[in-house]
């Protein structure tokens, strides 16, 4: 699966039992244990999932929300006592093609504003946004075009209480050429945009591809980071001890900051894994 384009099916997967309890009898978001908000995103749940299943699913294991999901999908949410914790890409350009551009910003512009508005109306904390790939730009242009394009949108995003959150990604193994691919070229927009909605989008597994070093730079650069995004390296997979990371202790390490935002879990099952049983041990994991 990209990442990304998981793209829930109508048919349910077969690791999640169809519900025969009408609408109104549906759960409410279970009461979990822990400093940590976690949500989820669509590949935990791996391929073929219903995705109203799994927001009956995500509720049951106490998430709070689900990443990446947009304004039609909302109501479904809100009946399982989820929110879009993560208001998905578009009005913050593509992965590939983003604020980096300058011939980008008045299109983003007017969709970003549009985003802030409909975000604070709905009780969405974060909008997604990215810096775009390179294709031979400097790095230097490019953080200078990203803080121009912030700088325009702070202040919308500040009255509206919505964060903007740029994605930290790695151009070694999945997005080539991406240019927020090292910590200190965010931490530098950042702090030249200085908003309080304006934060870097944390994504563990990225940040270990590139810089490594993890829980040391969460700790200098909490200031500037607004979410964060788990996954397991090399492979993405559950974040358990089939990895190199110790995520128990990440979680431990953010809940001491005293952060209180969300960590949204978007790891993908390995081949042959319960999805059900990986997003429950993932959970735990995190509890601290």
């Known amino acids: 699966m990209r990442r990304r384009d998981f ?6 997967s077969a690791a999640f039992a169809p519900t025969s309890a009408p609408a109104q009898q549906s759960p409410l978001r279970a009461e979990r244990k822990g400093r940590l908000k976690q949500c989820v995103t669509g590949g935990v749940f791996g391929r073929g ?7 009956r699913e995500a509720a049951r294991q106490g998430c709070f929300g689900y990443d990446l999901i ?10 399982y006592g ?19 551009r300058n011939e980008n910003h008045e299109r983003l512009e007017k969709l970003m504003h549009a985003a802030l508005d409909e975000a604070a109306a709905n009780g969405v904390p974060n909008i997604i946004t990215f810096s775009g790939n390179r294709m031979g730009m400097a790095d230097a242009e490019g953080a200078d075009n990203c803080v121009a394009f912030l700088n325009r949108v702070k202040a919308h995003a500040e009255e509206k209480s919505v964060t903007i959150c740029m994605e930290y990604l790695n151009s070694k193994v999945n997005h080539k ?3 927020f691919d090292h910590i200190a070229w965010g931490v530098d927009v950042m702090k030249r945009v200085n908003s309080p909605r304006v934060k870097i989008l944390y994504d563990i597994y990225h940040a270990q591809i590139m ?16 979410h964060f995004h788990t996954g397991g390296n090399p492979d993405r997979h559950e974040i358990d001890d089939t990895q190199e990371l110790n995520y128990h202790f990440i979680a431990k390490a953010i ?3 005293g952060y209180t935002g969300y960590v949204g879990h978007e790891y993908s099952p390995a081949q042959g894994h319960d999805p059900i049983a990986s997003l429950t041990q993932a959970m735990k994991i995190m509890e601290v």
């Open 7 to 12: 793209i829930p099916a109508i048919a349910a």
């Open 177 to 179: 050429d991406y240019m």
């Open 255 to 257: 809940a001491d900051l």
């Open 82 to 100: 989820l929110i879009p914790t993560m208001y998905p890409p578009g009005p913050g350009g593509t992965i590939r093609d983003a604020l980096n």
């Open 211 to 226: 810089d490594g070093d993890i829980v040391r730079n969460i700790r200098d650069h909490y200031q500037w980071i607004g």
């Open 70 to 79: 947009g304004p039609k999908d909302w109501p479904t949410l809100k009946k």
């Open 49 to 55: 999932a219903n995705f109203e299943d799994t927001c």
